[in-house]
Nanobody
């Protein structure tokens, strides 16, 4: 599975950077695969936060546009989510995902935005 890191507790207005490492098993298909970050809160459905194609085209949920930035390093097989101006509503478990054509999920990392 993919492995996320970088979650934690941050005050409102703060920043965090999430990282996602791809396992060796998908190294050969990582570069062209669409990758994404999703999040989920208790009792709610998992929602997409941002996606990035192999060529670097990005898409964001309206709620995070202008605050979050997704990026990838194909040579290092890594995906990142830079989060700024965090709000309590951003509190969730964040999941890294291989979206298409290969589908794979990480186990998630908790992000808590609270004073």
């Amino acid at each position: 599975p993919l492995v996320e890191s970088g979650g934690g507790l941050v005050q409102p207005g703060g920043s965090l950077r999430l990282s996602c490492a791809a396992p060796r098993a998908i190294f050969s298909v990582f570069a062209p695969n669409v990758m994404g970050w999703y999040r989920q809160t208790p009792g709610e459905q998992r929602e997409v936060v941002a996606t990035i194609t192999g060529g670097g085209t990005t898409n964001y949920a309206e709620s995070v546009k202008g605050r979050f930035t997704i990026s990838r390093n194909n040579s290092r097989k890594m995906v990142y989510l830079e989060m700024r101006s965090l709000e309590p509503e951003d509190t969730a478990v964040y999941y890294c995902a291989a979206v298409s054509p290969l589908v794979s999920w990480g186990q998630g990392t908790q992000v808590t935005v609270s004073s």
